[in-house]
Structures are given as C-alpha cells and as structure tokens.
C-alpha cells in the first residue's frame, strides 16, 4: 500500500515562497510520473505541476513561472517551490500520481493572505 505523506505548508504572505515536500513509500515511485494536485474551499481538485519519470515538467497556466516542480528518485520525494504566492493560491496541497491512482494522503495547508 503506497503512502503519501505531504509537507511544508504554512501561512504566508501574498509574494513570499514555500517549498512543499512529499516522501512516498510503498510503491515504484520512480516508474510513475508524479503530480501536486490542490484544493480550494468549495472547488475541485486541479492538477497544477507534474513532472515525468525523465524530469520533464508540466504546469498549470495559473502557476507557470512561479511554481517548480521537481524529484529526488532516491528519497522517493517530490517537491513543489511555490514563489510569489497569490491569495488565491491558498488550498489544501496534495501529491499523487498524475492521474490520481494512489490513495490520497492529509494534504498540507496553503494559507496566503493579502
């Protein structure tokens, strides 16, 4: 049974930075490609970064240029560097694979105020 364990949330300013981790133990972690996934008070969960077993990167429009995405196959970790963050970036962050076939850990809270 893979678990996803999520960290590095906080309560920030509009403009500061976070850097999320996620350790995953259980599964071929390095075969798969990985996603943060985010969710928002009354709202669906949105795929905003996924990165490729290979490291090749993909993100949401909302996020492109603020947010990298990155793996450490050797820690079974994935992290998420959130720069200039926005008030409508506050949500519950998550990370799965891209297509969501893991079972989803806590999550780490995203607070951002204006």
């Known amino acids: 049974q893979v678990q996803l364990v999520e960290s590095g949330g906080g309560l920030v300013h509009a403009g500061g930075s976070l850097r999320l981790s996620c350790a995953a133990s259980?599964?071929?972690?390095?075969?798969?490609?990985m996603g943060w996934f985010r969710q928002a008070p009354g709202k669906q969960r949105e795929l905003v970064a996924s990165?490729?077993?290979?490291?090749?990167?993909n993100y949401a429009d909302s996020v492109k240029g603020r947010f990298t995405i990155s793996r450490d196959n050797a820690k079974n970790t994935i992290y998420l560097q959130m720069n200039t963050l926005k008030p409508e970036d506050t949500a519950v962050y998550y990370c799965?694979?891209?297509?969501?076939?893991?079972?989803w850990g806590q999550g780490t809270q995203v607070t951002v105020s204006s």
């Open positions: 990165i490729t077993i290979g490291s090749s990167t």
């Open positions: 259980g599964g071929i972690f390095s075969a798969r490609t």
């Open positions: 799965n694979t891209a297509t969501g076939i893991y079972r």
